[in-house]
């Protein structure tokens, strides 16, 4: 089974400074690859996708993510947060194979992101 | 505006009640997705349906129910059976099935507790 991870429980930034969030993925072919953010109490908002392509994928809000096949990562990335950045981050990827259904929808645990002043 | 509506925002129950969280789109989108959220957990799925009349056991199916009756509608019943329902649960849809229909939109969440 497909899994995801999400090393970085909490990750404490400056604003104005730059943003790497790491997002590895275990599974035998490329799938279909996610990043959404939540804000407290609220449910998430999709921020970018990777089907295919270019593996260098831009996003709303600044956010772009970069996929790597050799290392099996789709790490989300911002050259310079803000103070309302501050929230939680989701990896999640499907299966190609799944037949495009979300119920195939592995997420990772999160990464809890804090903007200092 | 399309979207996915989940009431209540909080709901409070006790031990032993069963309670149904309502969750309805307008997006006419085929799919419908329930998952519940814990603290450090990630997102977990409950259950799923892909079409009107018919839906399928997540990860974690036991302890609740489904229906979908309608596609707008695809309420979830948290039972007495669910050893532990406090959470936070997140309805979801989905335009169908298929490549590139994987994207999955979000309501703003149930916040159940058992008191």
């Known amino acids: 089974a497909q899994s995801v991870t999400q090393p970085d429980i909490h990750i404490t930034v400056s604003e104005g400074a730059s943003l790497e969030l790491r997002c590895n993925y275990s599974?035998?072919?490329?799938?279909?690859l996610f990043w959404y953010v939540q804000s407290p109490g609220q449910g998430l908002q999709l921020l970018l996708k990777?089907?295919?392509?270019?593996?260098l994928v831009q996003g709303i809000k600044g956010f772009e993510a970069e996929f790597k096949r050799s290392q099996s990562s789709f790490n989300l990335r911002k050259p310079s947060v803000h103070w309302s950045d501050a929230a939680e981050y989701f990896c999640?990827?499907?299966?190609?194979?799944?037949?495009?259904?979300?119920?195939?929808?592995?997420f990772g645990k999160g990464t809890h992101l804090i903007i200092q002043p | 505006d399309g979207g996915i509506t989940q009431s209540p925002k909080y709901l409070f129950r006790k031990e032993g009640q069963n309670v149904t969280l309502s969750c309805e789109q307008n997006?006419?989108?085929?799919?419908m997705y329930w998952y519940r959220q814990d603290p450090g957990q990630g997102l977990r799925l409950i259950y799923y349906s892909q079409i009107v009349n018919d839906f399928q056991k997540g990860d974690i199916a036991e302890g609740y129910s489904v229906s979908r009756e309608k596609k707008e509608s695809f309420p979830l019943t948290v039972t007495s059976a669910q050893k532990n329902p406090t959470a936070f649960y997140l309805c979801a849809s989905s335009i169908g099935w298929g490549d590139m229909n994987t994207e999955a939109f979000f309501g703003q969440g149930t916040r159940l507790t058992v008191v």
């Open positions: 599974y035998g072919a490329t799938p279909y």
């Open positions: 999640a990827v499907v299966p190609w194979y799944s037949g495009g259904g979300a119920d195939g929808l592995t």
């Open positions: 997006l006419n989108h085929d799919a």
């Open positions: 990777y089907f295919s392509g270019d593996t």
